[in-house]
Every structure is written in C-alpha cells, then in structure tokens.
C-alpha cells in the first residue's frame, strides 16, 4: 500500500510506502486536534519551526526503517511554490497547452515577489531535503516520483529530471540521485531481477544521454533517445512543441510518431530505421553498453 498519510502512522497501518515526506505530516503541527485534518496552511506555520535533527522527527524515521516503510520523494512539486523556482525552461513551456500555460506563468509570477531563501515555502523545501537525506542515510529505502500536481509546470519526465537535481541539491552524490531514481524503485516493485539497473539479460528500458549524468547531474536532460521494449524513440522530437503538449485533463498527446536518429539507431550494430526492430537488437546494445 503506498499512500501519502502522516509518517508517524505508517508503521502500525501496514503501509509499504509514504509519499511526499515530512513536509505535509499534520502530526507535527503541535496544534492539530485528534481525526482534525488541518488546512495545508496550517500544518506548513507550524513545520517551518521544526528542527529535523530533533528527537520526535529522528524517533519517526527510526520506527520508518524498522518496520521497512518507503518514502517517496516528490521535491518537484515543493520546489514550485519557492518563487522564482524552478528555472524557467523553454522545453516546459512548449510542452504545457496554452491555457495551462499561461496560468502557470501568472500564478509563477506571484510567487516570484516571495524571497527563494527565507519564505516559508523554501525553509520548508530545505527541511524536506534534509529530512530525505536522513532518512536515506539511516539505511530505508527513499523512491522518486515528481507528483504532477500543484498550478502546473511540474510535468513527467521532465521532472522525473529536476528530482534528480534536487536529490544532489539536497546532499545525495549524483549516482546516488541516479540509484534511488531507477534501481530503489525497481527494488520496491520487486523487480530489480528484471529492470532498474543495466545489465546482461534485463530489459533494455535506456536513456541515452549526452554527458555523464554521474558526475554531472544536469547531464541528465540531455537524452538523445529513449528505448522502451525493444523500441527506440527520438527524445528531442518527443518533447519539442510538435511532439505534444500536457495540460489539464488531456494527459500527453504525442500527437506524432517521431523517428530515432540514423546514427543513434545504428549504435552497436543496431540497424537504422524509424524502430530498433527487436527487444533482443535492443538487449545487445545493453550488453554492449554494460
């Protein structure tokens, strides 16, 4: 069960996974009232005051880890009410339907008068931070998962990326922020025998990326292709203005059939083409890449 729910309560509820973190758990607003869920308001006065190394929130994540409860993380959805965060990308923009974008835009621009430093939303993205890399550090699992909700901008895949950076941002080592993006979730689904890592025989599920996400987590937006079930897919088509747009209630319209790049789809003796044409043309190149 994976749920987003006050932390001090998973343990005894038999949840398997929190989502979000200590930044939306009314438990610590010392003025929530029992089966009185508070205004988000609320809850978030009354989080800016709490110090994550105290000894209720160390109790928590201690009681988290022994009885094996997940956390995941949703940084992107926090970061966009730190005005003026995230940076502005032209790639998002393109990729929101105009109506969407341009609230977006308008409910940005509000934000942006409140300081990125010391506005309670950002004191209170830095606790969630600090809150996941103790966790993380204390030996329990920590999952990724952008949460596309909030006024808009936090879009998939894209944000799938910004997690990442604010992982690293947040204290973790960009293999690290790597690791807990695709192997500790392919852990938690009990399939890490078949995805989440590269390796002989596993699915060839792959971003190509121009750089070293490694060493440089930004790197990370740089995908050249994508494969997917044995078939490659061009990312820069995908993404541009024709590849689709999000928005409210259209989810994404790929709206066209991008083709993958001769030279990317000839890497490792793949054959050229709109398609690698086989999962095991695809689970060559894995091994190839291993």
């Known amino acids: 069960m994976s749920l987003a729910t006050p932390l001090i309560c998973a343990p005894t509820a038999e949840i398997d996974d929190l989502e979000h973190g200590l930044v939306v758990d ?31 929130v160390q109790d928590t994540i201690g009681d988290l880890v ?24 032209e790639r998002i923009l393109d990729s929101l339907a105009p109506e969407w974008r341009s609230d977006y ?11 990125a430093a010391t506005s309670p939303s950002a004191v209170l993205l830095k ?32 944000g799938d990326q910004r997690e990442g950076e604010l992982l690293v941002e947040a204290g973790f080592t960009p293999v690290d922020a790597i690791q807990i993006a695709t192997a500790n979730g392919a ?65 994404w319209d790929p709206g066209i059939e991008c083709p993958v790049p001769t030279a990317a789809s000839t890497l490792n003796g793949l054959a050229p083409g709109n398609r690698v044409h086989t999962p095991a043309e695809t689970n060559a190149a894995t091994t190839a890449l291993v």
């Open 26 to 56: 009314t438990e610590f607003d010392p003025g929530k009232a029992p089966d009185v869920f508070p205004p988000s308001s609320v809850t978030s006065k009354a989080l800016v005051d709490l110090d994550v190394e105290s000894q209720p």
């Open 66 to 89: 022994a009885h094996h409860v997940a956390v995941t993380s949703t940084l992107p959805v926090f970061e966009t009410l730190v005005g003026p965060r995230p940076p502005l990308e």
């Open 105 to 115: 835009l308008a409910t940005r621009a509000h934000l942006s008068g409140f300081d």
């Open 127 to 158: 606790k969630e931070m600090q809150f996941e890399h103790a966790f993380a550090k204390a030996g329990r699992l920590l999952l990724t998962g952008l949460d596309p909700t909030g006024y808009g901008g936090v879009v998939p895949g894209f």
């Open 187 to 251: 852990q938690f689904l009990g399939e890490l025998d078949r995805i989440g890592t590269i390796a002989p025989g596993k699915s060839a599920d792959l971003a190509v990326t121009h750089g070293n996400p490694a060493a440089h987590i930004n790197d990370v937006e740089k995908v050249e292709v994508v494969f997917k079930d044995g078939a490659g897919y061009d990312s820069p088509c995908l993404s541009s203005p024709r590849g689709g747009q999000a928005g409210p209630a259209l989810g």
